[in-house]
């Protein structure tokens, strides 16, 4: 009973990530932001100019300095391949 419980999990898991890297075949990294503030500035550049988007924060192994994190966090923002020139344009305006 305990194996078939774990098979179960690393199937559900493998299938996760499976999953993830389908998807995220379609979609490109078109900025990296670090930090809160340029996060949020980025997304509301492509929010006000209609382009979606997603976004990936890698793991943060190792910090431990919590009151700066929101400071040090890695936010990678993805747009659909064919949505790349709209988004540039959008980050870049004033």
Excluded at 14 to 21: D, F, P
């Amino acid at each position: 009973m305990k194996y078939i419980i774990i098979g179960t999990l690393i199937l559900v898991v493998a299938c996760v990530v499976m999953a993830k890297l389908i998807t995220y075949k379609y979609w490109t990294c078109i900025y990296t932001a670090f930090g809160h503030d340029n996060y949020f500035k980025v997304i509301a550049k492509l929010e006000r100019e209609g382009v979606g988007f997603k976004t990936k924060t890698p793991l943060q192994l190792g910090s431990t300095d919590f009151q700066n994190r929101n400071k040090m966090t890695q936010y990678d923002v993805f747009v659909k391949k064919g949505d790349e020139q709209a988004a540039q344009r959008a980050i870049h305006s004033a």
